[in-house]
Each structure stands twice: as structure tokens, then as C-alpha cells.
């Protein structure tokens, strides 16, 4: 299984970025698929969620300003982050977890993890 994730950068406060994680070696469309990021000195937080049949989960802290999505045939997941903030600034990572509906948000363990891509919000 290799995911790799791409699109990350600067950006000002309230700007946008949107994440792209193509995967290989497993079918994004059977699995749990999420995002989880790290802040330096912080613990890892699972922010977004989508399962098998799409449906969706997300962390408080990004509620109604990420959106996470995936195109099956092309086997990629996406984050859609707007209204960024510097309090996002962390490393991104894309993550699956072989069962077909996702856990709760907070604590789930996936199974495998791409390199991670550097998201950094200036004020």
C-alpha cells in the first residue's frame, strides 16, 4: 500500500488549499479513508473521515471549513481546506484503516500512512 499526498503550502489566514492523496495497492472506495495531522510539540488529531459508502465524519476543530471527498475511479481522497488559520498549520497525513465504515474520529488507528504533506498558515 503506498499513499502519497500532495498540495500543501503557505498560505495567508482565511486563504485555501486542497489536499490530494492518490493511493496504490489498496481500492480507496472499500476502505476508511481519513486525514490526520501534526502540529510540532502536538499529538497527532484525526480531523476528517469517509467511509466506503461516502459518509463522512469530522473533527470539531475543522467542522464546516474542511471537506473531505474521494474519486473512486481515480483512487484518490481529497481535503478541501478553506477559512485557514494558523492554529492549521501542521503536517497532513492520508491514512486508511481496513474496515469499511470509519470509527470515530478521535483515536482511530489506520493501518497505513503516506509522507505527509506541510501545511503552513501565516497571520
Known amino acids: 500500500v503506498e499513499l502519497v499526498e500532495s498540495g500543501g503550502g503557505s498560505v495567508q489566514t482565511g486563504g485555501s488549499l486542497r489536499l490530494s492523496c492518490r493511493a496504490s495497492?489498496?481500492?480507496?472506495?472499500?476502505?476508511?479513508m481519513g486525514w490526520v495531522r501534526q502540529a510540532p510539540g502536538k499529538a497527532r488529531e484525526g480531523i476528517a473521515a469517509?467511509?466506503?459508502?461516502?459518509?463522512?465524519i469530522y473533527a470539531d476543530s475543522v467542522k464546516g471549513r474542511f471537506t473531505i471527498s474521494k474519486d473512486n475511479a481515480k483512487n484518490t481522497l481529497y481535503l478541501q481546506m478553506n477559512s485557514l488559520q494558523p492554529e492549521d498549520t501542521a503536517m497532513y497525513y492520508c491514512?486508511?484503516?481496513?474496515?469499511?465504515?470509519?470509527?470515530?474520529?478521535?483515536?482511530?488507528?489506520?493501518?497505513?500512512w503516506g509522507q505527509g504533506t506541510q501545511v503552513t498558515v501565516s497571520s
Open positions: 469517509i467511509d466506503s459508502d461516502g459518509d463522512t
Open positions: 495497492g489498496v481500492k480507496i472506495g472499500a476502505y476508511c
Open positions: 491514512a486508511t484503516k481496513r474496515v469499511g465504515v470509519c470509527p470515530p474520529i478521535k483515536g482511530t488507528v489506520y493501518n497505513y
